[in-house]
């Protein structure tokens, strides 16, 4: 074995024989993911295209209360469960979470239709529920109910007009096309991501950046033992020193890699989760993880290079760490920060990160996409490595 | 030979005087060679210039003939460096440190294993070759540094305080071993706070202070009465009096 595949090797060793370390670089990321993206489920739920879920209550069986049902039935975002039974017990349903709205169409609700003043619906939203949510739901009640009434208007319309002829112009199914489908401006329509989505490559990133506290550790260790005075005397290359910390860190990366992903796929859904969906670009994705990794690995040479006793590490690590998380939207989603602060994460390689794993698991992106990303981290590891490698010289002299 | 001309070197980061001011001296092969000197005096930071880790900025080193700042790597590959510190892994055996050094050094193979075992003999550290380096002794862990220094069977062996902080039985043991290496022809420079220890093996004694050389000798010349001064009766009484007693950082 050559010099450099010892220090690899030695760098192994004591990685396996270091339990905290392993337990923060492995055990940490899986244990959040695990609890964030069951916990954030709901939340997520309601910025993708899951159903929310309603309680129809049809105290009427009028004609015009059915075909008022199967006009909201026909949203696909609508999960419409119709029941009888007490509006009382229904309502502590809604209170208890069963279903996110209850939907009450009173008796008589047809018949109204027909006379000058309409007897309104009541909707009923459950406490947790996002003002947003129920604004979209009304509005599309609202909708369904304007269209019945004027189904029936134009019923009466006609009839008055002389019988069976029907009216000149569209029928009231035209309405659809007087707003053409939306269409999202330069991204996938369903570009916000699912908890699972967020939260596995968000926890993934914060992990293989947290790479930087064993690393740096026994980096300044090292250094302060005399032991790297004692690998340069025998004349071993200030770069073979740093690219033995590199590359086996690097490999420490993609194992968590592996093992989140895994997580993600097979161990969210089995507790109930949505299952994380790689996208269909492997290769896009093993690139992203090693520019990730690059950077990762490097940023923790610089910070262990910058620091001068071990505490200095841990502090300065944890500090910027959370920091770049923070602002990354590993902590918080970027797409619900405030412009300021999402203009401010976009300097955070952990944002980059971020989006780069996302272009591929979600929107579907390959080599070609995510390759400005990984030029970013590339660049950011480029420099790390530069700056540690210039302060490893001061320190170590030279 | 290792021959020192005129050395100055200051850290880059210190605002204090320089580690080396000016030093110059002569280190004849084969010899036992003590350098005494105060905290701060230089001498850690002259065993880290003899063993290419740093490089002077002004002055020059010879080691056998050849300049260090162009034959860098020869020299490397005949000298080691034991430094002060517990340099090796803690969580790493006595073996695996042994093994792990005799690898980035250059060995390979049956002729690494043989250093190996020959290091762990001559450190008497066979029995405990399986032990985790951090579970070792104070002693054990001094005659692990040492023994790492001896896998290359380095011509110049380079000591920087080898037998702090550990027993009387280890540091006998440590000194024995340097009396046997010097014996062997290994030129060996020794630094040491340990006057007694300086005065016991060593051939030659160069004191050091403020980066300067203010003294070096033979025992018997260091001691010899000087015209118009008192003699002085042992060695840590020279120090003293070349280095004057006010205490140091």
């Known amino acids: ?398 | 030979m290792i021959k020192v001309e005129n050395l100055h070197f200051r850290y880059p980061s210190a605002s204090a005087p320089p580690a080396l001011d000016g030093l110059s001296l002569e280190v004849p092969t084969g010899s036992l060679y003590g350098l005494l000197g105060p905290n701060g005096s230089g001498k850690t930071t002259l065993l880290s210039l003899l063993s290419g880790i740093l490089s002077p900025p002004l002055g020059a080193i010879w080691v056998d003939g050849m300049d260090l700042s162009l034959h860098l790597a020869a020299v490397q590959a005949r000298s080691a460096l034991v430094p002060q510190d517990l340099a090796f892994y803690p969580r790493l055996s006595v073996q695996e440190n042994l093994e792990f050094f005799a690898g980035v050094g250059g060995l390979s193979g049956t002729a690494a294993s043989a250093r190996v075992d020959e290091a762990l003999r001559l450190a008497a550290l066979l029995p405990n070759r399986h032990q985790r380096a951090e579970r070792c002794s104070g002693g054990l862990k001094r005659r692990l540094n040492i023994a790492i220094g001896l896998l290359r069977r380095p011509a110049l062996l380079l000591l920087d305080e080898p037998t702090v902080g550990i027993d009387p039985q280890s540091r006998h043991f440590i000194m024995q071993s340097v009396r046997d290496l010097h014996a062997a022809g290994t030129t060996v420079v020794y630094a040491s706070h340990y006057m007694e220890e300086v005065a016991e093996l060593c051939d030659t004694v160069g004191v050091l202070d403020k980066g300067s050389l203010l003294a070096q000798g033979s025992l018997e010349q260091l001691l010899a009465v000087e015209p118009g001064r008192k003699k002085a009766r042992t060695l840590e009484d020279l120090f003293l009096r070349l280095t004057r007693t006010a205490l140091r950082d």
Not at chain 1, 103 to 118: I, K, M, N, Q
Not at chain 1, 152 to 177: E, I, S, Y
């Open chain 1, 1 to 398: 074995m050559g010099p450099l595949s010892q220090l690899v090797r030695k760098e192994w060793l004591l990685l396996r024989r270091d339990g905290h370390a392993l337990l923060l670089l492995f055990l940490m990321p899986t244990v959040f993911i695990l609890i964030m993206s069951l916990a954030l489920r709901g939340l997520f739920a309601g910025r993708s295209q899951v159903a929310l879920s309603c309680i129809w209550l049809d105290q009427d069986h009028s004609p015009e209360s059915a075909e008022l049902e199967g006009r909201v039935r026909a949203h696909p975002e609508f999960k419409v469960q119709a029941v009888s039974g007490p509006e009382q017990e229904l309502r502590e349903g809604i209170r208890a979470g069963k279903a996110q709205f209850l939907v009450l169409v009173p008796h008589g609700f047809g018949r109204a239709l027909e006379g000058r003043r309409p007897l309104p619906l009541r909707l009923v939203a459950a406490p947790s529920l996002e003002p947003v949510l129920l604004k979209l739901f009304d509005a599309s009640l609202r909708e369904a109910a304007a269209r019945t009434y004027l189904k029936v208007a134009l019923r009466r319309l006609t009839k008055a007009l002389g019988g069976d002829a029907a009216l000149p112009g569209p029928g009231l199914d035209a309405m659809q096309g007087l707003v053409a489908s939306p269409s999202f401006e330069g991204s996938a329509p369903d570009s916000t991501p699912s908890a699972v989505q967020q939260n596995v490559p968000a926890w993934l990133i914060f992990a293989m950046f947290f790479i930087a506290i064993p690393l740096s550790n026994t980096w300044v260790q090292e250094r302060a033992q005399g032991t790297y005075a004692r690998l340069l005397s025998l004349g071993l290359p200030r770069w073979k020193l740093l690219l033995g910390k590199l590359l086996p860190y690097m490999v420490v990366n993609l194992l968590q890699t592996g093992l989140m992903l895994a997580v993600g796929v097979w161990l969210v859904p089995v507790l109930g989760g949505d299952a994380l969906a790689l996208g269909a670009a492997p290769a896009a994705l093993a690139l992203m993880a090693l520019a990730v990794s690059f950077a990762a690995v490097s940023y923790a040479l610089l910070v262990a290079n910058l620091a001068r006793s071990s505490e200095q590490a841990t502090i300065l690590t944890g500090v910027t760490n959370l920091l770049l998380a923070v602002l990354g939207g590993v902590m918080v989603p970027r797409f619900i920060m405030p412009p300021t602060l999402r203009a401010l994460g976009a300097w955070s390689p952990m944002a980059w990160a971020l989006e780069g794993f996302l272009d591929v698991f979600l929107r579907h992106g390959g080599l070609a996409q995510v390759a400005p990303r990984v030029l970013l981290l590339a660049g950011f590891g480029c420099l790390s490595l530069g700056a540690a490698a210039l302060l490893f010289r001061r320190h170590q002299g030279g």
